[in-house]
Every structure is written in structure tokens, then in C-alpha cells.
């Protein structure tokens, strides 16, 4: 009797110790546990944010090249005109069409045309260097039977051998915008263009627009051509230079007379050899009549002037006094 206590103190003890083992090691699972999740968590966690950070870092420093004005891109980069465009001109009430500009989207680009001054092509893509160029720049109208039929933008970016151009053909509608777009050869695209602005029937006759002189003109050539006075071709040749001075086409008469006044280069060359030669020959004769008149013979010169054209020069085949023959050590 007197034990039992003891026993049951001894019981209490090892059931407590073994508790607070057992308590330990499930806190010490628990936090080992919860420690390996919470890792596990953060480093996924850091991934993600990592993986979200740099996608924004790579938007911020390689930004696409939509438009002509986007601010992150340096002037140097953005889209360059090889030429100016031409002044506006053709029916004054298309006019009204200057300084603005329509959009179309077709699959992965956007077209941007700016009558009277240019079409650009832009590639609707996240790629860093997503495409954009210009697809022409205005330069003259095409006519045919006293008709505006098209707008010629020329002079655009490169594609190979050649310059890309596009013809714009204007159609009747209700309302202005760009309605197609498309490349029936290569590097040479159609756009289509539909205004309310052309819908009236004589909209787009050329003889209209033209000045009070340049109208008179066209009647005298239109008479002249009537009376078989010129040839089909001498009458088109008329037309094309009323149309280039009332600025409808493109002039190339300036080209024309640079060339004339641009001296070939080979005759060039060939008339600087010809004064250099001509030169030689002077001096040459110079020190023959300085050794002629050293041994006392007596003779006539012609004058020679690098002024007198090659074909006035005379030349005789003997030196007067000179027979042939003269030993100049004897004398």
C-alpha cells in the first residue's frame, strides 16, 4: 500500500514524457511541413512574378512600330520619305481630302492612306520589329479620255530592284474610306477609295480644272489633231505637256534639258587629250627652233595658238633650211 503511489507518480511521469515526445515531434512535422510548403509557395510565387516582370520589361524596352508618332521610338527609326510629295492638285473639291488620313485593317496589317501625301502599311504584330513602310508617296494623276482615273504614289520604300507604287482608284459612295487593298504585281499595290466626292458625272473630266490658257491650248491642239495637222501621237505629246504644266503629271522636261547641258564624257575627255597633245606640240616645236637657231639655220614657224581649232593647223614636212639630212655635230 504504501508503494502504490509511487507507481502511479512513476506511471504519470513516463505518460507525461512520452506526451510531450509525441507533441514535439508533431510540432516538429508540422512546422517542417508547413516550412517545405511555405518554400515551395514563395519560390513558385517568385517565378511568376519573375516571369510577369520580365514581360513587362521586354514591352517597355522593344515597343512596336505602329504609327508615325509613337514616342518611343527615335526619330531616326521612325519611317523616311525617299521624296516630297507633289503639290495638291486635280478637281478642287477633292482638295478637301488633303491632310487627312483613313485606316483599313486587312488580316495582319494596317493601311493608312493620306491623300495627297501617302499610303503606309503597318503589321499589326507583338514581334519587336513588326513591319512598317510606305507603300507610296503622291507624285501625279493618271489620265485618260479627259478623265482623272487614278492617283500614282510612287517612290516608296524598297522591295527589291525597284520602288513600291500604288495606283488609288476612286469610287462613288456614300461616305470617304478605305475600302481595299490589294497587290496585283509585285511591289505595285491597288487601293481603292470610295467617296461621295466622285460621284457627280463630270467630278473627275481633267479639262475643267485646267486654266483659262491652258484650255485654249488644248482646243488648238484638239483642232490641229481634227485637220490631220498632227499625228495621233504628236496630239498626245501636246496633251501631256498641258497636263505637266498645270501640274497634273510629273514634268520631265527638266530631266530633258540637264542632259542636254551635262557634256558627254567621253567628248570630254576626248577634247582635254586633244588640248594636252596640242600643248606637247608646241613645246616641242619651241625647243626644235631653239636648236635650229643655236646651229644658225634659218627658218619660218608658223604660230600655233592652243586657240586655233586642230584642223587649221599646217604643218609642212620639212623645216625651211632643213634638208633632211644635216649632221648638226658637223656644224
Known amino acids: 500500500m504504501i508503494l502504490w503511489p509511487t507507481v502511479q507518480e512513476m506511471i504519470h511521469e513516463k505518460i507525461s514524457f512520452f506526451s510531450n515526445i509525441c507533441q514535439k515531434m508533431v510540432t516538429f512535422v508540422f512546422v517542417k511541413m508547413t516550412y517545405c510548403l511555405l518554400t515551395r509557395w514563395s519560390f513558385g510565387l517568385f517565378l511568376l512574378l519573375s516571369y510577369g516582370f520580365a514581360g513587362k520589361m521586354k514591352i517597355v524596352e522593344e515597343p512596336n512600330t505602329f504609327g508615325l508618332n509613337n514616342p518611343y521610338i527615335a526619330q531616326t527609326n521612325r519611317l523616311q520619305a525617299r521624296v516630297a510629295p507633289s503639290p495638291v492638285s486635280g478637281p478642287q473639291h477633292l482638295h478637301l481630302l488633303a491632310g487627312k488620313c483613313f485606316s483599313l485593317m486587312e488580316s495582319t496589317y494596317r493601311y493608312e492612306f493620306c491623300p495627297f501625301h ?10 519587336w520589329n513588326a513591319y512598317s513602310g510606305i507603300l507610296g508617296i503622291w507624285q501625279e494623276w493618271e489620265i485618260e479620255n479627259n478623265t482623272f ?9 524598297a522591295c ?3 520602288n513600291r507604287e500604288t495606283k488609288v482608284i476612286l469610287v462613288c459612295s456614300s ?11 509585285t511591289c505595285v499595290y491597288y487601293l481603292t477609295f470610295e467617296t461621295p466626292l466622285v460621284c457627280h458625272p463630270h467630278s473627275l473630266l481633267v479639262y475643267p480644272t485646267l486654266a483659262e490658257a491652258l484650255q485654249k491650248e488644248w482646243d488648238e491642239a484638239e483642232q ?3 485637220e490631220e495637222l498632227v499625228t495621233d501621237q504628236g496630239y498626245n505629246n501636246l496633251l501631256r505637256d498641258i497636263f ?7 514634268s520631265h522636261k527638266v530631266n530633258l534639258e540637264t542632259t542636254k547641258t551635262v557634256p558627254n564624257s567621253d567628248t570630254q575627255n576626248s577634247l582635254q587629250k586633244c588640248t594636252e597633245d596640242l600643248e606637247k606640240q608646241r613645246v616641242e616645236i619651241q625647243r626644235l627652233q631653239a636648236l635650229l637657231t643655236q646651229h644658225n639655220i634659218s627658218f619660218e614657224l608658223q604660230q600655233i595658238t592652243t586657240n586655233d581649232p586642230p584642223n587649221d593647223i599646217q604643218k609642212d614636212e620639212h623645216l625651211r ?6 649632221d648638226l655635230q658637223q656644224q
Open 118 to 127: 501617302n499610303i503606309t502599311q503597318h503589321e499589326q504584330s507583338i514581334r
Open 149 to 157: 482615273t487614278g492617283m500614282w504614289m510612287r517612290e516608296g520604300d
Open 160 to 162: 527589291g530592284a525597284r
Open 175 to 185: 461616305s470617304s474610306k478605305l475600302a481595299q487593298v490589294s497587290e496585283p504585281s
Open 224 to 226: 490641229a489633231h481634227y
Open 244 to 250: 505637266e504644266d498645270a501640274g497634273l503629271l510629273k
Open 321 to 326: 633650211g632643213d634638208t633632211g639630212n644635216v
